[in-house]
């Protein structure tokens, strides 16, 4: 591994702690833009410069600079949101903001489309709303995720008190975002300091997830750090730890790869503070600052051992991990519809297209949010497959909301199919620079079509995972899809199939390259012959591993402590 710096590291040692001209940036009136090095440092800020690529090159031939605009993305630690809160939030998009509020795959919101003059006012008003964007982007800790299971609200809510924990423990201590966004001003000539991170920051950007069992619907194991709750009794007796998730690839590349966490031990509530923090201080040291698409964990992991690793955290943080607990997941996706928890609370989960709630063709779905926001006494709850809950509903309530979610039509989840209600896109096209192909502009024009196959061989029903993704980088974890797509240019797309329903195996290249006409004809085969033969409850990726289609997989989900299991 080479020891020279690449550009972005020396950037951010050049930064002063996130500072870079940022400030000055934003102020220069002569174009929308900030410079290629401010943007890369904005993005610790929880911010992305984006341009609208449909009208990309009209404006060039126009002799104009891009349709410059922003993206912003909060941190909401476990995706919980007040209801005085939401309606904040709402009016931030309905004031500066283009296309709604989006629900990521990260249990938090985006908007979209906000100019450069407002970027400033808008991030003011998301710290009035009692949000923060700071890390929610960046080569930094960014959203923790946690489990969202309606049943289950004691487990809830002690899992939710260790998100804000490790949330709150790897916040970026530099006074920058404080400067450049709330007050303007140097609040002291005391030099800044970031005891977990220093002056370089991570490598690469750092997730960490807490599921709860039986449900992984934060998907675990694509995470940098995944934490599976342990809980007897309603008691937290600790976490399983899981190290090296990433879902991120390059085409044509294959030393970079998607990759599941390996379990490496367990952790009682004391200890998994230093864990975690022994865990990212590690990949700040040892992680690829030369290369990097090869700057995440799972490459540290792969290229030193995970034995060593595992014993180099052991040393560092002065304790042995115990031997993983015994687990068990069952399912991957949200619950939809009314539910009620253990405390007789009533939950009611929402299905929500691509996570996108927006008053757009006929449909009022921001709209109606807020107005039941302007009712409901509880909260809501955001989840990592881009749907949402209502929350903590009082028996009495529930009718008030009912006619609300009928009423603007966000009551989709009654109707839906089972491979409808598992669908997951990313933004891609028009706004992120990454996108080789549609996502989520994709889902309406596919999913129909997809159902019409499954509903030709009686299927409509069957829960099938399907993940949309408009190039390899992987934010709505394509590698995780019985069924998935990757983007590879317009109208082209890699099918990847036979991952299993509970996020513990990855999918396969099935085929490369290929247009929506071979795509539906592929799967209308497949469809078929799982409806003549599948076994009893067996899931889509499971029937293709067993019947051959796919060939099972090679390097087992958990290499180290597996067989090891209590």
């Given amino acids: 591994m080479s020891n ?24 220069d009136p002569v174009t929308g833009a900030i410079s290629d090095d401010d943007n890369k440092l904005l993005k610790f800020h929880g911010s992305y410069q984006q341009d609208d690529r449909d009208i990309r090159d009209e404006r060039r031939k126009q002799k104009l600079e891009p349709a410059y605009a922003f993206m912003i993305r909060a941190r909401l630690p476990g995706g919980i949101i007040p209801s005085a809160q939401w309606l904040a939030l709402d009016n931030i998009a309905t004031s500066w903001a283009g296309r709604g509020l989006r629900i990521t795959t990260r249990q938090t919101f985006q908007w979209h489309g906000v100019i450069k003059r407002n970027l400033k006012t808008t991030m003011q008003a998301i710290n009035k709303a009692m949000a923060t964007t700071v890390a929610a982007c960046g080569d930094i800790n960014r959203q923790v995720v946690s489990s969202v299971n309606p049943l289950l609200s004691s487990q809830h809510q002690i899992v939710q008190e260790w998100t804000e924990k490790l949330s709150t423990h790897f916040l970026p201590r530099t006074r920058a975002y404080h400067e450049i966004w709330l007050d303007g001003e140097k609040i002291t000539d005391e030099p800044d300091e970031e005891p977990i991170y220093g002056k370089t920051y991570l490598p690469r950007k750092f997730k960490i997830g807490i599921a709860i069992p ?24 600790g976490f399983n730890v899981a190290i090296g998730g990433g879902m991120g690839a390059t085409h044509g590349d294959d030393s970079t790869y998607a990759r599941l966490g390996s379990l490496i031990g367990f952790v009682t509530p004391d200890q998994v503070i230093a864990a975690a923090e022994g865990v990212v201080t590690l990949q700040r040291d040892y992680g690829n600052r030369a290369e990097r698409q090869h700057a995440r ?10 034995e060593w690793f595992k014993g180099e955290l052991e040393e560092r943080i002065g304790f042995t991990l115990e031997p993983t607990r015994a687990y068990h997941f069952d399912q991957n996706g949200d ?9 007789k609370q009533w939950h009611l989960g929402l299905y929500i297209e691509s996570g996108r709630l927006d008053d757009t063709d006929g449909k009022l779905l921001l709209t109606g949010m807020r107005e039941i926001a302007r009712i409901h006494k509880g909260e809501f709850r955001l989840t990592c497959n881009q749907n949402l809950v209502i929350s903590n509903v009082a028996s009495k309530d ?21 491979i409808r209600r598992h669908s997951i896109a990313c933004v891609a096209l028009p706004t992120c620079g990454l996108a080789m192909a549609e996502s989520e502009r994709y889902v309406p024009i596919l999913l129909p079509k997809l159902e019409a196959l499954l509903a030709s061989h009686h299927l409509t029903d069957a829960p099938i995972l399907l993940r949309l993704s408009g190039c390899p980088n992987g934010c709505s974890r394509p590698y995780l899809g019985e069924i998935a797509l990757v983007g590879r240019a317009l109208g082209r797309y890699d099918l990847r199939l036979g991952a299993d329903f509970i996020g513990q195996r990855l999918n396969t290249l099935y085929k490369e390259n290929i247009t929506e006409p071979e795509i539906l004809n592929t799967l209308d085969t497949l469809f078929g012959e799982y409806a003549k033969t599948r076994t009893e409850s067996e899931k889509f990726g499971d029937f293709l591993i067993r019947t051959g289609v796919i060939p099972a997989p090679t ?8 067989d090891k299991v209590a």
């Fill in 555 to 562: 390097q087992r989900l958990i290499p180290i402590v597996l």
């Fill in 4 to 27: 020279t710096l690449s550009h972005l590291e020396q950037i951010k040692v050049d930064s002063r702690y996130l500072r870079g001209t940022i400030e000055e940036g934003l102020n």
């Fill in 335 to 343: 619950r939809y519809g009314w539910i009620q928890g253990e405390d």
């Fill in 214 to 237: 039986p449900t992984n619907d934060v998907d675990v194991f694509a995470q940098d750090l995944g934490l599976i709750a342990i809980i007897e009794n309603g008691v937290l007796q």
């Fill in 297 to 306: 964990l799972k490459y540290t992991l792969d290229h030193r051992g995970l």
């Fill in 398 to 418: 529930r009718a008030r909301i009912d006619k609300l979610v009928k009423e603007y039509g966000l009551d989709g989840y009654l109707q839906q199919s089972g």
